[in-house]
């Protein structure tokens, strides 16, 4: 998967609500880099400089202050600190993502005891395909 800016907001958050103390741009490169673990386009060097894309994706959040203009990161010049804002953002995706897929679990009949144990499974090594390609044709008059 190619990352974007925007897909590094949440994980973004994760981590630095993980190290309270606070992370420089490059700890925070580390543990998105091994939380997201980059392939393809974002692993490649960029030209002329010995930084890769993602790095520079996560150097971005500062350049754009993507997180310090929406209120859910400071960064002091050195340090980036999660801000409540970002903390109760980061609740409120949890908590809407599990809403959700628990409430859509219910619909099609399952048990809440059944969906909380089905929630603790790792599904990692799943995969998921889109259906067939279907062609069509149309007399047109």
């Known amino acids: 998967m190619v990352y974007s800016e925007p897909d590094l907001i949440i994980?973004?958050?994760?981590?630095?609500?993980?190290?309270?103390?606070?992370l420089t741009t490059t700890e925070l490169i580390a543990k998105l880099?091994?939380?997201?673990?980059?392939?393809?386009?974002?692993?490649?060097?960029?030209?002329?400089?010995?930084?890769?894309?993602?790095?520079?994706?996560?150097?971005?959040?500062?350049?754009?202050?993507?997180?310090?203009?929406?209120?859910?990161?400071?960064y002091d010049g050195k340090t980036w600190k999660i801000t409540d804002k970002g903390k109760d953002y980061l609740n409120q995706v949890y908590e809407d993502e599990k809403d959700s897929i628990?409430?859509?679990?219910?619909?099609?009949?399952f048990k809440k005891k059944e969906i909380k144990i089905e929630a603790k499974k790792d599904f990692s090594d799943v995969v998921i395909e889109e259906g067939a390609l279907e062609k069509r044709s149309v007399a047109l008059r």
Not at 11 to 22: A, C, T, V, Y
């Open 11 to 22: 994980p973004s958050l994760i981590e630095l609500d993980k190290n309270r103390k606070g």
């Open 33 to 74: 880099r091994s939380r997201l673990n980059p392939t393809g386009h974002d692993v490649e060097i960029i030209s002329g400089r010995k930084d890769d894309y993602f790095s520079q994706k996560v150097r971005n959040l500062k350049s754009h202050d993507t997180l310090t203009d929406r209120g859910l990161a400071t």
């Open 102 to 109: 628990s409430i859509s679990l219910e619909d099609q009949g």
